[in-house]
């Protein structure tokens, strides 16, 4: 083996895919779930308008929170999508260079 060169498994390389996507599953669910809960009615702020400046504070931190955490799932199902592209590859090359050894030695 060179210094360059990388070894990987690709069935360890597809486990690690599907432990990230079910982590972004989950997260797409918590997401979806404390939507609900932190949005804060406009009722609770007495009697002030319902377009006061807490309330439009609390939407605005809501948002935020989704952007971040929609750019977050995102992210980590690109990762997916690569880490199967790699483990694909690395299972192609392998079993290339196997048929290409056995060829060799085939007289």
């Known amino acids: ?8 498994k ?3 390389l597809a486990k690690l895919a599907r432990e990230i996507l079910d982590a972004a599953k989950s997260l797409s669910t918590v997401q979806l779930d404390a939507q609900v809960e932190l949005v ?5 702020y007495g009697n002030a308008p319902p377009d006061n400046e ?3 504070a609390n939407q605005a931190v809501v948002e935020a929170a989704d952007e971040v955490l929609e750019g977050l799932v995102s ?12 483990a694909f590859r690395y299972k192609q090359t ?6 290409g050894i056995k060829k060799a030695g085939t007289p």
Do not use: F, G, Q
């Open 10 to 12: 690709p069935e360890e």
């Open 40 to 44: 804060v009615s406009p009722a609770v």
């Open 94 to 99: 392998d079993e290339e260079a196997a048929a």
């Open 1 to 8: 083996m060179s210094a360059n060169e990388v070894l990987a």
């Open 54 to 56: 807490l309330h439009a």
């Open 75 to 86: 992210t980590l199902e690109a990762d997916v999508d690569n880490l199967y592209r790699i």
